[in-house]
Antibody
Framework: EVQLVESGGGLVQPGGSLRLSCAASGFTFSSYEMNWVRQAPGKGLEWVSYISSSGSTIYYADSVKGRFTISRDNAKNSLYLQMNSLRAEDTAVYYC?????????????????????WGKGTTVTVSS | QSVLTQPPSVSGAPGQRVTISCTGSSSNIGAGYDVHWYQQLPGTAPKLLIYGNSNRPSGVPDRFSGSKSGTSASLAITGLQAEDEADYYCQSYDSSLSRRVFGGGTKLTVL
């Protein structure tokens, strides 16, 4: 069964740090681009970060650039999000999501891809 | 304010047809970037519903369909069922922002 399982969330004070993990199983993790997407309480979805299958290409939303670092370990089938200088507005459920493509879209840039597998999410609360 | 605009809510009776619009601009949908739709049932993670504007992943009923025209996209749900009650999000890419963007989400209520 294709599965993504996030962990590492919790309560942290403003200015603190947290490292999220996402364990992948049921598919060849090293062949897929991955993302982090978050959802603040009662709000919509916000794309946070992207990493290519090899880890060589990375993108961030402006809201987290310079504070968050995405990485992966293909040998461990794991995706990570290191979050530093956390703010109250970073409070959210964080989902890892697999990128996929089909047919001709696989020859196009990553932003034509879609997120076809999602984890159940891990909750991050930033509060004093 | 989301880059992609969706109605906050829509409703319909069982068996009816509803549509959810997703309005963008010339830097996202109008630029030719694909639109994808996700369904989020209460208390659960999002699930891919439509990809590449109009394609259904295996397992998604053909009651769900997507379309795109100009700077807008639409999700149509026919034969509405109680289990369809959920939040629906459209997603695309915006070249001005250089990032993926989501609509604000639409809450579907089955009356």
């Amino acid at each position: 069964e294709v599965q993504l399982v996030e962990s590492g969330g919790g309560l942290v004070q403003p200015g603190g740090s947290l490292r999220l993990s996402c364990a992948a199983s049921g598919f060849t993790f090293s062949s897929y681009e991955m993302n982090w997407v978050r959802q603040a309480p009662g709000k919509g979805l916000e794309w946070v970060s992207y990493i290519s299958s090899s880890g060589s290409t990375i993108y961030y939303a402006d809201s987290v650039k310079g504070r968050f670092t995405i990485s992966r370990d293909n040998a461990k089938n794991s995706l990570y999000l290191q979050m530093n200088s956390l703010r109250a507005e970073d409070t959210a459920v964080y989902y890892c999501a697999r990128d996929s493509c089909s047919g001709g879209s696989c020859y196009l840039p990553y932003y034509y891809y879609y997120m076809d597998v999602w984890g159940k999410g891990t909750t991050v609360t930033v509060s004093s | 304010q989301s880059v992609l605009t969706q109605p906050p809510s829509v409703s319909g009776a069982p068996g009816q047809r509803v549509t959810i619009s997703c309005t963008g601009s010339s830097s996202n949908i109008g630029a030719g970037y694909d639109v994808h739709w996700y369904q989020q049932l209460p208390g659960t993670a999002p699930k891919l519903l439509i990809y590449g504007n109009s394609n259904r992943p295996s397992g998604v009923p053909d009651r769900f369909s997507g379309s795109k025209s100009g700077t807008s996209a639409s999700l149509a749900i026919t034969g509405l069922q109680a289990e369809d009650e959920a939040d629906y999000y459209c997603q695309s890419y915006d070249s001005s922002l250089s990032r993926r963007v989501f609509g604000g989400g639409t809450k579907l209520t089955v009356l």
